[in-house]
């Protein structure tokens, strides 16, 4: 092994530790949800208490399959969507649009934005609003697209 493989594997190995610490401390890794099993997701802690769940593009497509969630899309500005999407406002006006949401807060409701940091923030929101069945498209519409899902219209605002 040459000086320069010797100096980089410890780097590497320490640098993939950080990466797990922060994956258990940020509520641990990919886990089938207890309400969908064999689907892998991820719960997130929110400050204050309760959870939200992050969930995958390839996921997110099987759950659509089968819709039985309201799926809202969150980003500024509006541009580009998730075909079944069913509303879209902005991720920071989450409490003036409540009305629109359901009634019954342990209704499942999946956000999403471009990148899904405007999704975690609304996911916040909601989880602090008593809303208990919260789920969040990590990496939002650039993970769909990734995982080779095109985009779509958008609903309206």
């Excluded at 320069?4 to 990466?19: D, E, Q």
């Excluded at 500024?76 to 991720?91: K, R, S, V």
């Excluded at 208990?132 to 779509?152: C, F, K, S, Y």
Aim: net charge positive; with cysteine; hydrophobic share 50%.
């Amino acid at each position: 092994m040459g000086p320069m493989r010797r100096l980089l594997n410890p780097v590497l190995a320490l640098g993939c530790l950080g990466i797990a610490g922060v994956l258990v401390l940020a509520g641990g890794g990919w886990e089938p949800a207890a309400a969908e099993a064999g689907l892998q997701t991820r719960t997130v802690a929110v400050e204050g208490g309760g959870r939200y769940t992050d969930v995958s593009a390839t996921v997110l497509a099987r759950m659509l399959a089968k819709k039985n969630f309201l799926l809202v899309n969150v980003h500024i500005p509006l541009e580009g969507g998730i075909a079944g999407t069913d509303l879209a406002f902005p991720f920071n006006q989450v409490e003036a649009n409540l009305a629109r949401l359901p009634a019954d807060k342990s209704a499942r409701v999946v956000l999403y934005c471009r990148s899904g940091s405007m999704s975690s923030i609304a996911a916040r929101a909601l989880v602090k609003m008593g809303f208990t069945n919260v789920w969040n498209l990590d990496g939002g519409m650039i993970a769909w697209q990734e995982a080779g899902r095109p985009l779509a219209g958008t609903a309206k605002r």
